[in-house]
């Protein structure tokens, strides 16, 4: 009976994985986690909540802690216990009772596969588990179809029967997510963007469309839209077909925490120049965001505690004639282009800090062009006048939809204008369809050289 034990061992040893099957090195004990098959396409569901069914791929594992006594195994079976997370006790217990039927079946063989085989392969038919599945709720009795409720409760079971079904839920979706990943990156991919063959764990699935590029394609292109200051209110993914948006929690991936906080501020300065009841505080030091009343001409910063009128930008002068009232300008458009008292802040020194406040500048809104204006003062049209006079007509074109400068850094001669999306040759200026645009190249459509 020694040998049998052993050789059982040896052989669950080489036929599992260490996930699945691990045993003592002292003792004839050890452990079986063991994850029922699922069918293609099984839908999960929620009782009562709309919209509330889900595709699984993956469920949880059952763990089966297991002792070969002496006697194992042509007198007794293996002492074990079953847990499991998502499963009720009712249901564990019936379980149990039949892996004990299944070792009396043997005739006193070795079992231990076979209970293996049965919890991974057979399982859900003896719970009549079936696609749609609706969730288990642990405060409920009982959850197959076949579970009775007086079903006598079996010690050797370990269930988390106060846990509530959306308890269970989450914990089904995300052991189902971590395990599509990990299948994810074991496989070799195709970028669409370079594309060359790379391993999953250097790929990335955009959560809302699946589509699959290089973490490096993905990443650059987003650290180029942020270091240039071009940030519009989402990246999109960068298939042609597809206008699904990468979440907050992807773009701070894939660039990192310290572009992804410049990100953040450009986006909420983005919105912000977006808010017609939005003005800037007129304090060089300052110059933090204030919502205005309706109606009213003055504003609160409650950053510094100043008062301030939106007219003439001073310090509010109550029902007093507004210094700026004859100057012609309107409500909101009243920042001054320098500040007199020369507390200005200061340019950047570097040609590529110059380029991005010159991009953050131009693409913005009248707002945020006043903003920078009023916080660089005449020092700022003086960059912008040094950059203009060569860089700009060298470097960049219009887009022929919305006319904004665009500077080309590579790639082929197909551009995607960031600020209205369309696509169009860089050579010939021709706005080209969104699908199959690249189609423009190769079917003689540009006569001009790549």
């Keep these: 009976m020694e040998t049998a034990r052993e050789d059982e061992l040896l052989a669950m040893e080489n036929i599992f994985g260490p996930e699945e099957f691990h045993r003592?090195?002292?003792?004839?004990?050890?452990?079986?986690?063991?994850?029922?098959?699922?069918?293609?396409?099984?839908?999960?569901?929620?009782?009562?909540?709309?919209?509330?069914?889900?595709?699984?791929?993956?469920?949880?594992?059952l763990v089966v802690d297991f002792e070969l006594p002496q006697t194992y195994p042509s007198h007794s079976s293996p002492a074990f216990r079953l847990s499991c997370q998502w499963l009720h006790h009712n249901e564990l217990s019936k379980v149990c009772r039949h892996l004990d039927e299944i070792w009396q079946n043997t005739g006193g063989g070795v079992v231990l596969f076979s209970w293996f085989q049965f919890l991974s392969e057979d399982l859900l038919g003896f719970l009549s588990i079936h696609s749609p599945w609706e969730i288990p709720c642990m405060?409920?009795?009982?959850?197959?179809?076949?579970?009775?409720?007086?079903?006598?409760?079996?010690?050797?079971?370990?269930?988390?029967?106060?846990?509530?079904?959306?308890?269970?839920?989450?914990?089904?979706?995300?052991?189902?997510?971590?395990?599509?990943?990990?299948?994810?990156?074991?496989?070799?991919?195709?970028?669409?963007?370079?594309?060359?063959?790379?391993?999953?764990?250097?790929?990335?699935?955009?959560?809302?469309?699946?589509?699959?590029?290089?973490?490096?394609?993905?990443?650059?292109?987003?650290?180029?839209?942020?270091?240039?200051?071009?940030?519009q209110l989402q990246f999109r993914c960068p298939d042609t077909d597809c206008d699904s948006v990468a979440t907050p929690s992807e773009v701070k991936e894939l660039v990192g925490e310290e572009l992804f906080s410049r990100y953040d501020r450009l986006l909420l300065q983005r919105t912000l120049d977006c808010m017609a009841d939005v003005v800037y505080c007129p304090r060089p030091n300052c110059s933090s965001a204030v919502v205005q009343e309706p109606g009213e001409t003055w504003a609160f910063c409650a950053a510094c505690a100043f008062a301030f009128c939106t007219n003439c930008r001073k310090g509010?002068?109550?029902?007093?004639?507004?210094?700026?009232?004859?100057?012609?300008?309107?409500?909101?458009?009243?920042?001054?282009?320098?500040?007199?008292?020369?507390?200005?802040?200061?340019?950047?020194?570097?040609?590529?800090?110059?380029?991005?406040?010159?991009?953050?500048?131009?693409?913005?809104?009248?707002?945020?062009?006043?903003?920078?204006?009023?916080?660089?003062?005449?020092?700022?049209?003086?960059?912008?006048?040094?950059?203009?006079?060569?860089?700009?007509?060298?470097?960049?074109?219009?887009?022929?939809?919305?006319?904004?400068?665009?500077?080309?850094?590579?790639?082929?001669?197909?551009?995607?204008?960031?600020?209205?999306?369309?696509?169009?040759?860089?050579?010939?200026?021709?706005?080209?369809?969104?699908?199959?645009?690249?189609?423009?190249?190769?079917?003689?459509?540009?006569n001009l050289p790549g």
């Design 24 to 61: 003592s090195e002292t003792s004839s004990d050890g452990m079986m986690q063991v994850c029922p098959h699922l069918p293609r396409d099984f839908k999960l569901i929620k009782k009562g909540e709309r919209n509330g069914e889900y595709d699984l791929q993956f469920l949880p594992p």
């Design 139 to 231: 405060e409920e009795p009982a959850l197959g179809a076949s579970a009775q409720v007086s079903d006598p409760s079996d010690p050797r079971v370990t269930a988390a029967d106060n846990a509530t079904d959306t308890d269970i839920l989450q914990r089904l979706l995300d052991h189902n997510q971590r395990m599509q990943q990990k299948v994810f990156e074991g496989q070799r991919l195709e970028c669409g963007i370079c594309l060359l063959e790379k391993s999953g764990s250097d790929c990335h699935r955009f959560k809302c469309c699946d589509h699959v590029f290089c973490k490096d394609c993905i990443a650059n292109l987003f650290r180029i839209g942020i270091e240039e200051g071009g940030v």
């Design 316 to 446: 509010y002068h109550g029902v007093e004639r507004c210094a700026k009232g004859t100057t012609g300008n309107s409500l909101g458009n009243s920042a001054p282009d320098f500040d007199p008292s020369g507390e200005n802040a200061s340019l950047p020194k570097t040609l590529e800090g110059k380029q991005a406040l010159w991009e953050d500048y131009e693409t913005g809104a009248s707002s945020r062009r006043r903003l920078l204006k009023h916080r660089y003062g005449r020092g700022l049209q003086e960059m912008t006048d040094e950059l203009s006079e060569g860089w700009i007509d060298t470097n960049t074109q219009e887009c022929p939809k919305c006319s904004v400068k665009i500077h080309k850094i590579g790639g082929c001669n197909i551009m995607h204008c960031a600020t209205c999306l369309c696509f169009f040759c860089w050579h010939c200026h021709v706005v080209l369809p969104k699908n199959n645009s690249h189609m423009h190249l190769q079917d003689g459509g540009c």
